[in-house]
Nanobody
Framework: QVKLVESGGKQVQAGDSLKLSCTKTGTFSAHATGWFRQAPGKEREFVAAVTWNGRQDYFADFVQGRFTISRDDVKNTVYLQMHRLKPDDQAVYYC?????????????????????WGAGTQVTVSP
């Protein structure tokens, strides 16, 4: 019953900003949420994550302070705000949540800790 839907992906130019959304339906419970991305020919990689209560954030090294993550539990939505986008940021971006609700003791940087996945939203960055 739990479903995740990403939105906001589009074609932008290098240096632009873009905000992605991840909306969860089918549950009233709070989850930790992660963002991952996958470019053609590459493995899926961790981008960012936020805990169930929004009090801890995690980021991949390549973000270099360019991305922020936030959540609005009233709207059941988690956002990924991206700044100074680079061509290397071009990928399909996915959001995901663990099966576990509330506080999550696992490693949110590990994709294998996640159970529910959205279908992804395409971010294209033109040089």
């Amino acid at each position: 019953q739990v479903k995740l839907v990403e939105s906001g992906g589009k074609q932008v130019q290098a240096g632009d900003s873009l905000k992605l959304s991840c909306t969860k339906t089918g549950t009233f419970s709070a989850h930790a949420t992660g963002w991952f991305r996958q470019a053609p020919g590459k493995e899926r990689e961790f981008v960012a994550a936020v805990t169930w209560n929004g009090r801890q954030d995690y980021f991949a090294d390549f973000v270099q302070g360019r991305f922020t993550i936030s959540r609005d539990d009233v709207k059941n939505t988690v956002y990924l705000q991206m700044h100074r986008l680079k061509p290397d940021d071009q990928a399909v971006y996915y959001c995901a949540t663990p099966l576990h609700t509330g506080p999550f003791p696992g490693n949110l940087l590990n994709e294998h800790e996640y159970h529910y996945w959205g279908a992804g939203t395409q971010v294209t960055v033109s040089p």
